[in-house]
């Protein structure tokens, strides 16, 4: 099992950019897939990218060309760097750990894009 805590989340304008970050409590070496959700008021909750052990990622129509997922391995965080953002992306974002076929979530950190 392991434990995500996510941050990073805030208000910012149209346009702006936001880096969220995950710490996981144990290596990402142990972790096959780690990704970022997404959940708006009234919406099932979405993938926005995930990445794999070896770097290989994955993103939304929505996110392509203006977010990117990194993990770095040794401080073992995954991080989604998101830039010209709309107000449409305003959600809660979820970290995920795909271990085997189980997966773990963080509590989410809040996105509002806002003028």
């Known amino acids: 099992q392991v434990q995500l805590v996510e941050s990073g989340g805030g208000l910012v304008q149209p346009g702006g950019s936001l880096r969220l970050s995950c710490a996981a409590s144990r290596s990402l070496l142990s972790i096959g897939v780690m990704g970022w959700y997404r959940q708006a008021p009234g919406k099932e909750r979405e993938l926005v990218a995930n990445i794999r052990t070896w770097g290989n990622s994955n993103y939304a129509d929505s996110a392509k060309g203006r977010f990117t997922i990194s993990r770095d391995n040794a401080k073992n965080t995954v991080s989604l760097q998101m830039n010209s953002l709309k107000p449409e992306d305003t959600a809660v974002y979820f970290c995920?750990?795909?271990?085997?076929?189980?997966?773990?979530w963080g509590q989410g950190t809040l996105v509002t894009v806002s003028s």
């Open positions: 995920n750990a795909l271990v085997g076929s189980t997966p773990v």
